[in-house]
């Protein structure tokens, strides 16, 4: 794995914004094509090999939590347990996921999954692949991330309801909304009829139970970029439960447990001294350098990182009365003061690309950059 240093497109801006691709700068520059992470070969499988196994274990986790009843960890509420159980048995449709990856040494070490609401699959999928194509056609890349997600809508098709799948996210947030609208049009191209609704837009239907749109028509299938663990706060979390329909919510509700950093703990648990997980607990016990986490944080919030006893880094945030655990501290790779994680997707079942957010600091927050990779 090599930083590179690399010419910039001469229009690039005007490049990534025909893709539609409007957030690639504002105070600080989130694209950066100077520079790029190459990979070989054999390095790429082994980041494919780690994060089809990681999958593997995760679901194996999922029904560990489930048999022993573990949600007092994860802060579920109880009421929302029979659902969330229910869309476990039930298999209801998953389509996406993002691990967040240490590639050090030769070693790869899974931080996190981000299971329920990931984002930057729109410049994992197709800004750095459209980079590498006008930059550096002769190399490769691991990306299939675009294929892979019309491959998987079109699997899930016959498993929707009728009607057409909406897709939401929140007003006024330009990110969240770019990459619900690259998932519609993945859809789209999968031949499922698709609509749009801001997530603030969705109403209900006392009477006969069930979400409506503006028009007052039925909502039967919906793909959402909203963090479970906000809606079950909200009166949506109810009206999911009293739903007449049994709205099909993508993510399913289940990703709940794979989604909160408490299951970093039942992990190494089930599956001790893997080489690719790190310690985990819900206290520090004997760990003297750890990455203190809020089990619900989000972007890089309220993370404290300790070595040998003494902080090293932390970061501010809204997050930590839901409570903590305890991760041995594997620090990123350093190239020249600069620190690249790897987040590598799992597409249906299958691994399918990777996406690299580069910081100043060894905290991975939202300011922290967007770098494309290559294969060579």
Same mark, same amino acid.
């Given at each position: ?256 447990? @794979? #989604?909160?950093? /408490?299951?970093? %703990? $039942? *992990?190494?648990?089930?599956?001790? +001294?893997?080489? &690719?997980?790190?310690? !985990? ?5 004997? @760990? #003297?350098?750890? /990455?203190?986490? %809020? $089990? *619900?944080?989000?972007?890089?919030? +309220?993370?404290? &990182?300790?070595?040998? !006893? ?67």
């Amino acid at each position: 794995m090599q930083r590179l240093q690399v010419k910039p497109r001469r229009f690039w801006r005007q490049r990534v914004e025909q893709m539609g691709f409007g957030f690639h700068s504002t105070d600080i520059p989130y694209w950066d094509e100077s520079i790029c992470y190459q990979f070989s070969m054999e390095q790429i499988e082994a980041l494919e090999n780690a994060t089809a196994e990681l999958w593997e274990m995760c679901l194996k986790a999922v029904q560990a939590v489930i048999d022993r009843q573990l949600y007092n960890l994860f802060e579920i509420p109880t009421w929302a347990i029979p659902q969330l159980e229910k869309s476990w048995n039930d298999d209801l449709p998953s389509i996406y996921g993002r691990f967040d990856l240490v590639y050090k040494d030769g070693q790869i070490k899974m931080l996190e999954f981000n299971a329920d609401t990931p984002t930057t699959v729109f410049e994992a999928g197709i800004v750095q692949w459209f980079w590498l194509q006008d930059r550096f056609p002769e190399a490769d890349q691991f990306n299939s991330i675009h294929e892979k997600l019309i491959e998987y809508w079109k699997r899930l098709r016959p498993h929707l309801q009728q009607g057409p799948l909406y897709f939401t996210c929140v007003q006024d947030n330009i990110e969240d909304f770019t990459t619900v609208q690259y998932m519609r049009d993945c859809a789209t191209q999968a031949g499922i009829d698709t609509a749009f609704i801001y997530i603030e837009d969705i109403g209900w239907n006392e009477d006969q139970k069930h979400f409506v749109d503006m028009n007052n028509q039925p909502i039967g299938n919906v793909f959402k970029l909203y963090p479970y663990e906000w809606m079950l706060q909200e009166d949506f979390g109810r009206f999911m439960i009293q739903d007449s329909m049994e709205c099909i919510w993508i993510e399913p509700l289940w990703k709940m447990i @794979l #989604s909160n950093k /408490a299951v970093l %703990p $039942i *992990l190494w648990e089930l599956f001790p +001294n893997h080489p &690719l997980l790190l310690e !985990a607990y819900f206290e520090p016990k004997h @760990l #003297s350098s750890y /990455a203190r986490k %809020p $089990i *619900l944080s989000r972007e890089g919030a +309220n993370i404290k &990182l300790v070595k040998n !006893a003494e902080l090293l880094e932390e970061t501010d945030g809204e997050y930590g009365e839901e409570g903590y655990i305890y991760q041995a501290l594997f620090e990123l790779p350093e190239y020249e003061g600069y620190y690249p994680l790897i987040g590598s997707w799992i597409i249906g079942q299958e691994p399918a690309g990777i996406g690299i957010r580069e910081a100043d600091r060894l905290i991975t927050d939202n300011k922290s950059r967007f770098v494309p990779h290559l294969i060579r």
